[in-house]
């Protein structure tokens, strides 16, 4: 069975009807002012009555108040929340009671040590994104869609215990090869599909949708 697929940081309607023409299963929106691919509450509003009914709607929030959440929930009301900060497992129990909204927990993963700290949320997050821990001293590094990928074997060891997307600097060329070895249930691009940051290609996202589809 293929992986499921999540386009994210979309920011115009043209994006969304291409991810929605490919068959995504997701679109994701981005909530957070230092990314290129950052959205404001009424600009998603719009997006996400696109894609409703035809692909699940995800925010991204990084360490977010809850005043935030409450302004995102308020405006697109998401199928899913992706925490993508240093939120523990307290904060996303928290999360998911104060606002019962499924909550994906992104980790950033180097070794084999940082993927087995997604067990601890079992029971906690309702889904697990693994994304590529970003070097220390990297300029400019944002908590995720800096185009980094990292070592799938680091996931051997949560293999068959937890379900999970992936995310990491994937593309076009390095999709069907990613959900084969690591057997993700969904998988995540965002910077794969673009011309430059923030910018999607439409032509890319086609492409993609299309490389994990058939994997």
């Avoid at 981005?30 to 950052?38: G, K």
């Avoid at 992104?106 to 067990?119: F, M, R």
Wanted: hydrophobic share 50%; glycine share 10%; charged share 20%.
């Amino acid at each position: 069975m293929a992986a499921l697929v999540k386009i994210c940081g979309l920011r115009t309607a043209d994006a969304v009807a291409a991810a929605l023409a490919g068959g995504t299963d997701f679109v994701g929106f981005v909530f957070y002012p230092p990314s290129p691919r950052n959205v404001t509450t009424d600009e998603a509003r719009v997006l996400a009555e696109i894609a409703r009914g035809r692909a699940g709607i995800v925010a991204l929030l990084v360490d977010p108040s809850d005043a935030l959440i409450e302004d995102v929930v308020a405006a697109i009301a998401p199928d899913l929340l992706q925490l993508h900060g240093s939120e523990t497992v307290e904060r996303v129990r928290e999360v998911k009671r104060l606002f019962g909204v499924p909550v994906m927990k992104a980790i950033k993963v180097e070794t084999a040590g940082d993927a087995e700290a997604a067990l601890d949320y079992i029971g906690v997050a309702d889904r697990i994104l693994f994304d590529a821990k970003v070097p220390k001293g990297l300029a400019g590094a944002l908590p995720g869609g800096n185009g980094l990928s990292f070592d799938w074997q680091a996931l051997e060891p949560v293999q068959g215990r937890i379900e999970f997307m992936l995310s990491g600097g994937l593309t076009v060329e390095t999709v069907a090869t990613a959900a084969r070895l690591t057997k993700a249930w969904a998988v995540d691009v965002s910077s794969g599909v673009e011309s430059k940051p923030g910018v999607k290609d439409l032509g890319l996202i086609a492409a993609f949708l299309a490389a994990a589809k058939a994997a």
